[in-house]
């Protein structure tokens, strides 16, 4: 690192106590900044850095909410926003009992650069609670995000902060949010949240955004490298949407899929994954992967203890939580013969373990740009609200599609720039960074 950004982080560590992956996810994109803070000092003058580590705004508050035997439960609700140079604050709600001010800041700090890499005009920003939906009725679960969004709606709108949703908030919690958005403030207010149902102003392709691109950027990397991803053995981790849509996009594009995780394990299943079947446990019945393994027959197995990276593979595409492949698990599949990794979910490789990868030549997809197609489709859904303008699951499928090229040539052109051809994590934090140190730099003293 260099001088002036390892005495930034000391800072950080000692202004943020208690918070590990922030410090973590600052730590990663501090280590890429030496190039540009030394071709552009004026970056350096205006303390660019120092501005962009410090959240606009983070807003803490009380959720007192009913359960389904009346007794009153409290959780605590977040919202960090982070940076609207480029637009609006934009970027997920996670429900997640781990979920607490640390993990909400490495997240809206990766949604800053990821959402700058999309180029469509959306700052970051990231919010959450630690409700665990887990085990909860539909009604629980609607009154919760009723109160959850009693107290955040005054710091929502169009044109000031889009949620949408992450880990644990999918269409059925963005539909209650978006109800009782509608109902407190008596505006039909469409691009206040993304992820919305197709009837009432989602985006066709929105569901599918995240898995569907982190599998296009996969396949670019490999086609940068003259392969693709046809007859390509796969192992994915989670089973929640972005696995779930990585393993549909893996499967058309002719690869194998091997693998899908919850908390509880893994399955593996040597036809390769039955994806109708996988949905109907996981997105229907709500139930674990251990259900999968029980139904699917002999094929596959239930694993309780161990991970998915234990199971060789051409392609790793982990898509469940971060730092869940550490470097242990790394050296694993390098001795397998893995050639890709790509990173749907959010940080979910250790520091340690990106190393082994680019040591051992593999190419790694960094989570701000292999998964930011979600982002970018939130941003296709605020178009189509805008202009009030909705268009079909082929033509967003097609911009979803050339937006992914678009990242991973720019990440790519951003690495050879700065003398790292390849290299993929130095390539997306500079890429996204100048695009917003340029915003900033530009307005002032913000
Ligand atoms: P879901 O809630 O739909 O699924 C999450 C999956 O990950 C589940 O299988 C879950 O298992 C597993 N998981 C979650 N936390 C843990 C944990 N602590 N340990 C082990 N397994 C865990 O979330 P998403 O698929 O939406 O999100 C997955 C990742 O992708 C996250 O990192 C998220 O930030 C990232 N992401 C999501 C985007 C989106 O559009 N949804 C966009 C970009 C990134 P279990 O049910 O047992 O907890
Ligand atoms: O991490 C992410 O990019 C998301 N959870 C999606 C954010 C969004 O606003 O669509």
Redesign the pocket.
């Known amino acids: 690192m260099a001088t002036g950004a390892e005495q930034l982080y000391e800072e950080i560590l000692r202004r943020n106590p208690g918070e590990p992956e922030f410090h973590q996810a600052a730590r990663e994109v501090l280590e890429s900044l030496g190039p540009v803070l030394a071709e552009r000092p004026e970056l350096v003058e205006a303390r660019i850095v120092e501005r962009i580590c410090e959240p606009e705004r983070q807003i803490i508050f009380r959720v007192p909410w009913q359960d389904d035997a009346g007794r009153v439960q409290v959780n605590r609700g977040f919202r960090v926003e982070y940076n609207s140079a480029l637009g609006p604050y934009k970027g997920?709600l996670?429900f997640?009992p781990?979920v607490n001010l640390g993990i909400v800041k490495f997240?809206g700090f990766e949604q800053i650069f990821k959402n700058a890499l999309t180029g469509l005009g959306i700052g970051g920003g990231k919010g959450g609670s630690d409700f665990d939906p887990?085990g909860r009725s539909d009604a629980e679960v609607m009154r919760f995000c009723q109160a959850f969004m009693t107290e955040l709606h005054r710091h929502l709108g169009e044109h000031t902060d889009v949620p949408?949703?992450?880990?644990?908030v999918?269409g059925r919690e963005i539909g209650y949010l978006f109800g009782q958005y509608r109902r407190i403030t008596n505006r039909w207010e469409g691009g206040v949240l993304t992820g919305k149902g197709l009837g009432w102003g989602g985006s066709p392709v929105r569901t599918e955004?995240?898995g569907y691109g982190n599998v296009l950027f996969t396949a670019e990397m490999l086609r940068a490298r003259g392969e693709d991803l046809h007859g390509q053995q796969v192992v994915v981790s989670?089973?929640?949407?972005?696995?779930l849509y990585s393993i549909e996009k893996a499967l058309a594009l002719g690869a194998n899929v091997l693998t899908c995780?919850?908390?509880?394990g893994y399955v593996v299943d040597e036809k390769g994954i039955d994806l109708d079947l996988l949905k109907q446990v996981k997105e229907v019945e709500r139930a674990r992967v251990d259900v999968y393994a029980e139904r699917r027959g002999s094929s596959a197995r239930f694993v309780a203890d161990g991970q998915v990276w234990d199971v060789p593979a051409d392609v790793a595409l982990p898509?469940?939580?971060?730092n869940?492949l550490d470097a242990d698990a790394a050296l694993t599949l390098v001795r397998n013969g893995v050639k890709a990794v790509s990173e749907?979910?959010?940080m979910?490789t250790t520091p340690e373990a990106v190393r082994v990868f680019q040591e051992a030549g593999v190419a790694f997809g960094p989570?701000k740009a292999a998964?930011a197609g979600?982002?970018a489709t939130s941003a296709l859904e605020m178009r189509q609200n805008a202009g009030r303008e909705p268009l079909g699951f082929a033509q967003v499928e097609a911009e979803l599609a050339g937006i992914m090229r678009d990242i991973h040539t720019t990440c790519a052109a951003s690495a050879e720039h700065y003398g790292c051809p390849g290299d993929y994590v130095t390539g997306a934090n500079l890429a996204g960074f100048n695009r917003v140190a340029d915003a900033m730099l530009a307005q002032g003293l913000i």
């Open positions: 997920g996670r997640h781990s997240l887990r949408a949703g992450d880990i644990g999918g955004a995240t989670g089973s929640g949407n972005v696995a995780s919850d908390s509880s898509s469940a939580t971060q869940e749907g979910a959010n979910p989570g998964n979600g982002v």
